[in-house]
Structure formats: structure tokens, C-alpha cells
């Protein structure tokens, strides 16, 4: 069975609920743009990381990926009663269509991808979206945060399980 993360799977919201605030370190490199990108739609900035997984830089495009999901799950679960034909739709389109490569690069090194986790923590903390409901928006942060140290508790069982499928781990 391949590696599904709760933060990846829509059905485990509700455990979000239950993490701790994060840990984060307060010296963290922000990819280029990040100052101006604060206020950008979350399709814009998940929409960034294609671009850059074809030039090489896949820790950037990991960056984007995760920051847009975070504040698109934010607006998401803040507005349950959307048409799902719509921002419900395209999220799910571009998650289903730039996930695979993305976290497909990401979780081969672990400890990067929480260090990389920790670093969109921050950036969306020191450049906030005020469009995000609060409490909704915390709840998510709570889930990333959840996604960051369940991947390190199961480091081991995803580094054995992605050697089993040919899949490098860095």
C-alpha cells in the first residue's frame, strides 16, 4: 500500500484537531517572491511549483506546493456548502495532477520536507492571508503540523516501503 498522509487525505480533517502548535524555527530561507506572494489565491501559489519541478528545483516547488494547500484547505473548510464543481474541483484537479511528482521527490527526504513544512509554517505566519478565517486557518496549520511529525515517526516505514517500490530515498 503506498503512504497516504492524513494532511493528503481530505476524509482526516477531524484529526487535525488533536496536534500541538508547531515548533518553528525562526531562521527559515523563503523561496523568491515569498515576501509578495502573502495575499496570492492558493491556486496561484500551488501553481507556481509545476514550473519549477521541470526546471530542477524541487525543494521550491515542494515550498509552493504545501503553501498552497494549506491556505486552500483553509478556504475550503471554511466554506463547506460550495458549489463542488468549483474551487472544490480545481483544487482537487491540480492536487491529483501535481502530487504525485511532488511528493513523490519529497518524501524521499524526509527530514527535508520537514524542515521545508516548517519553513511554509512560517512564511504563513509572517505573511498572512487576512481573507483566512482564523480558527479554520489554525485548525489547518494544526493539520500540517500533524503531517510534519507523522512523517518523521514513520520515517523509517516510508523510506522501506518507497525502496520496495524503486523509489530513491536521498
Request: hydrophobic share 40%; charged share 20%.
Amino acid at each position: 500500500m503506498f503512504y497516504r498522509s492524513p494532511f493528503l487525505c481530505p476524509v482526516a480533517a477531524a484529526l487535525f484537531l488533536l496536534a500541538q502548535p508547531p515548533a518553528i524555527a525562526e531562521e527559515q530561507a523563503f523561496p523568491p517572491s515569498a515576501e509578495t506572494a502573502g495575499n496570492a489565491l492558493p491556486s496561484e501559489l500551488m501553481l507556481r511549483a509545476a514550473p519549477l519541478m521541470q526546471e530542477g528545483k524541487e525543494d521550491e516547488a515542494t515550498f509552493w506546493f504545501y503553501a498552497g494547500q494549506l491556505r486552500w484547505r483553509s478556504r475550503l473548510n471554511a466554506n463547506p456548502d460550495q458549489d463542488p464543481t468549483g474551487e472544490s474541483a480545481l483544487f482537487s484537479s491540480l492536487f491529483e495532477t501535481l502530487g504525485p511528482s511532488i511528493n513523490g521527490w519529497a518524501f524521499g527526504d524526509i527530514p527535508k520536507l520537514q524542515r521545508t513544512i516548517d519553513t511554509v509554517l512560517l512564511w504563513d505566519e509572517r505573511f498572512p492571508d487576512s481573507s483566512l478565517a482564523p480558527a479554520i486557518h489554525q485548525r489547518m496549520r494544526t493539520g500540517l503540523t500533524s503531517l510534519r511529525d507523522q512523517i518523521g515517526r514513520e520515517a523509517e516505514t516510508i523510506q522501506a516501503e518507497r525502496a520496495s517500490r524503486g523509489l530513491e530515498n536521498r
